[in-house]
């Protein structure tokens, strides 16, 4: 009498082998991100002018200029890191699947946080600036959150990992998320009570940092700036 075959335990090699593989959910987030970057561009309206005023109502715009910019920046290291990261994902399951769900949530976010900091810098006072500014951060706050969901999760599923990654190394990476969420609080904070351009640095150093370490993180209690080898 034949014996029932055996449903290997989570971490064995074979382990998630019935499951599809990332094609069609990388493709789905590319055009989701495709999408978001060109959603941006729809602030940058041809400006009302009278005759002779064309460049001076271009020049006002600058508030909406800077703002595509720096969420167009953004929004590409965000495709960086999604894509460095399914690089080490053979994988998914329904539970990565949902995460992956909330990474885009974030994205697609974005573009309002945008439309409201281009409009309070060109428009506001002092206190629409802060407003404006703790709401990216806050923004920006909740897409690392859903990077820590990413790498807490895979740390446990090591079935879903590319051969040769280990659950250590994807551990090694929630100082990333962790460093952003602290990170852009302090942006927010800093907007409200310094000033709104002291967020802003802030923020543009956190995404500075998640564009360096967009590859991975070494060792150490937040690892290296050097990016992963693979192999």
């Known amino acids: 009498m034949t014996e ?10 074979e382990a ?14 590319d055009g989701v991100f495709a999408i978001v970057i060109t959603l ?13 005023g064309l460049g001076a109502a271009l ?11 720096f969420s167009f920046v ?5 495709w960086l890191n999604h894509h460095a990261l399914f690089r080490r994902i053979s994988r998914l399951d329904l539970g990565l699947n949902w995460i ?22 060109a428009e506001g006072d002092d206190n629409d600036k802060r407003v404006a500014v703790l709401l990216y951060a806050l923004a ?13 999760y895979l740390s446990r599923h090591p079935e879903l990992l590319q051969p040769g990654t280990t659950p250590r190394y994807v551990r090694q990476q929630l100082g990333r998320p962790l460093t952003g969420i602290g990170l852009y609080a302090i942006s ?13 640095i802030c923020i543009i150093i956190m995404i500075t940092y998640h564009a360096v370490t967009s590859e991975g993180l070494h060792d150490g209690p937040l690892g290296r700036l050097t990016p992963w080898n693979r192999t």
């Open 59 to 69: 020049a006002r715009q600058w508030p909406s200029y800077l703002a595509f910019g």
């Open 74 to 78: 953004y929004v590409g290291v965000i």
């Open 188 to 200: 927010g904070l800093a907007g409200w009570f310094i000033s709104p351009i002291a967020g802003l």
């Open 4 to 13: 029932p075959a055996k449903t290997p335990p989570a971490g064995h090699p």
């Open 140 to 152: 920006a706050a909740l897409m690392s959150a859903a990077w820590l969901a990413a790498f807490s």
């Open 100 to 121: 992956n769900l909330g990474v885009l949530l974030g994205a697609v976010i974005i573009p309002f946080p945008t439309a409201v900091l281009a409009g309070a810098f």
């Open 16 to 29: 998630g082998s019935d499951l599809p593989g990332t094609g069609r959910t990388e493709a789905f987030s």
């Open 40 to 52: 941006l561009v729809l602030d940058l309206t041809n400006p009302h002018y009278r005759p002779g």
